[in-house]
């Protein structure tokens, strides 16, 4: 094998020169205007400072390693942002958008000698969204800007090394999504809340929200499901190559750039920002979450294969995972039993053998993200997926509105009833021994007595 078939997609077109060398040093550029020797130097003449050393290092280690604009991340100070306002609150984090004034790096100026940003000329709608119910709104005089989404982690006021740790993954990841081009939100930088102090990380902003509130749009269109679901297992999949696991992957966690693009997110940023990452609780999603992780077993790459199942079912439900059932321990263990969500009739029999194949019980059963973006490589070229927007299939307006069931919940979770499940478990199985031998036992005495020759 050669030097050049060992890289990466993205490492060969640097080695082969594809982007051309610096005009300043000569060396060989790592993308389009951006040469990772001098941009180094550019990064490390930087005066600024979070006022927290660890985050200062986490943020100049990125910028050290960028080989683009899209693995920068950056230090904003939070008197930058405008039109702060709420969106949603999460289990562990609450969610805003925000216009940031500034915009993100992009290149380097060597006749200014400084950073090219990224920005645009704001909308009128931007200043009638100033109003008096948002945080630093805009003012008429700040003309360009970018809009991003800010995540709040709570009582992240003492956020320390270990959980910047979740962070650096979430970092080897999007390295290796480039690398084989694969989809990725973009982490620009972090902030911090003067207010609460607790620090936000600054996210692209991805225009049509997450799977789970389109699900019925994709229902209506039923060959979306192949080329999302390619993309999906294509990010599963350089996942799964750093050696680490989503550890909580649903439907609200995959995002819709547009009908074709979407985006795994909220990797590595799925327990509270105060626990130990050694901690043994267990958080989750309970539609989505495998049997043995219910039952108190780690998160591994099989349980985010299990997750990935239950997402192939909701593209073709239009519904979240037992929205009409209470999450409780009583479905917790009902899932341990290998209870499922129902098949939708009509769903394609090649389809329903490989979604079941990954919500199987038994971990060792499921197939590998690779195998699954192997299959949905071939499936999406076979059903590929309407751009037209005049030819794409409309909700119906007699539609019925889906309604949850009061007591299901599709917000991250602490479970603490592993041991009552294992329990139960248990019981039941020795339950079912004690069964089957007294169903022996009464065979052979029916055998015996049939043997038996009663007189006339």
């Known amino acids: 094998m050669t030097e050049n078939t060992k890289k990466s997609y993205y490492e060969t077109a640097i080695f082969n020169q594809e982007f051309g060398l610096c005009s300043y040093c000569n060396s060989p550029q790592t993308d389009d205007n951006w040469c990772k020797n001098c941009n180094l130097k550019h990064f490390q003449s930087s005066k600024w400072t979070s006022g927290n050393i660890p985050i200062d290092d986490f943020v100049k280690e990125a910028q050290s390693k960028a080989r683009n604009y899209g693995e920068v991340i950056e230090w904003i100070p939070y008197n930058r942002l405008?039109?702060?306002?709420?969106?949603?609150?999460?289990?562990?984090?609450?969610?805003?958008?925000?216009?940031?004034?500034?915009?993100?790096?992009?290149?380097?100026?060597?006749?200014?000698?400084?950073?090219?940003?990224?920005?645009?000329?704001?909308?009128?709608?931007?200043?009638?969204?100033?109003?008096?119910?948002?945080?630093?709104?805009?003012?008429?005089?700040?003309?360009?800007?970018?809009?991003?989404?800010?995540?709040?982690?709570?009582?992240?006021?003492?956020?320390?090394?270990?959980?910047?740790?979740?962070?650096?993954?979430?970092?080897?990841?999007?390295?290796?999504?480039?690398?084989?081009?694969?989809?990725?939100?973009?982490?620009?930088?972090?902030?911090?809340?003067?207010?609460?102090?607790?620090?936000?990380?600054?996210?692209?902003?991805?225009?049509?929200?997450?799977?789970?509130?389109?699900?019925?749009?994709?229902?209506?269109?039923?060959?979306?499901?192949?080329?999302?679901?390619?993309?999906?297992?294509s990010s599963l999949s350089s996942l799964h190559k750093c050696n680490l696991v989503h550890g909580d992957f649903h439907s609200g966690n995959l995002l819709l750039e547009d009908v074709f693009d979407i985006y795994i997110s909220d990797f590595g940023l799925s327990r509270p920002a105060d626990q130990p990452i050694n901690s043994n609780d267990i958080y989750g999603v309970l539609s989505y979450m495998a049997p043995e992780v219910l039952r108190g077993k780690p998160y591994t790459k099989a349980s985010d294969i299990y997750s990935f199942g239950i997402i192939m079912w909701e593209f073709t439900s239009g519904v979240p995972a037992f929205n009409n059932l209470s999450h409780d321990f009583t479905l917790s263990l009902k899932i341990c039993e290998g209870f499922r969500p129902k098949i939708i009739e009509g769903t394609d029999p090649d389809f329903e053998k490989l979604m079941k194949k990954c919500w199987d019980t038994d971990p060792n059963n499921r197939p590998t993200a690779d195998y699954l973006l192997e299959i949905f490589d071939v499936w999406s070229t076979i059903h590929l997926i309407e751009m037209d927007h005049e030819k794409r299939i409309q909700i119906s307006e007699n539609e019925s509105i889906v309604e949850n069931h009061p007591s299901s919940c599709y917000t991250i979770s602490k479970f603490d009833f592993s041991a009552k499940i294992n329990e139960n478990l248990e019981l039941l199985s020795s339950k079912i021994i004690i069964n089957e031998e007294d169903f022996n036992n009464i065979t052979r005495s029916i055998e015996s007595l049939e043997n038996c020759k009663i007189g006339e």
């Open 82 to 233: 405008r039109n702060i306002q709420y969106l949603a609150q999460g289990g562990f984090s609450t969610i805003f958008k925000a216009i940031w004034l500034d915009g993100h790096i992009h290149s380097w100026n060597n006749n200014k000698q400084d950073w090219e940003k990224f920005r645009y000329e704001l909308k009128q709608n931007d200043y009638e969204n100033a109003i008096d119910n948002i945080k630093s709104p805009l003012e008429e005089n700040q003309k360009y800007g970018f809009h991003v989404v800010l995540k709040s982690l709570n009582n992240s006021s003492n956020i320390n090394e270990n959980f910047l740790n979740e962070w650096k993954n979430h970092l080897q990841f999007t390295y290796l999504a480039k690398d084989f081009y694969t989809n990725v939100v973009k982490i620009y930088g972090i902030t911090r809340d003067p207010s609460s102090l607790d620090y936000m990380i600054v996210l692209k902003e991805i225009k049509q929200g997450s799977l789970r509130s389109n699900l019925l749009i994709k229902k209506y269109n039923p060959k979306d499901k192949y080329h999302n679901l390619y993309d999906i297992s």
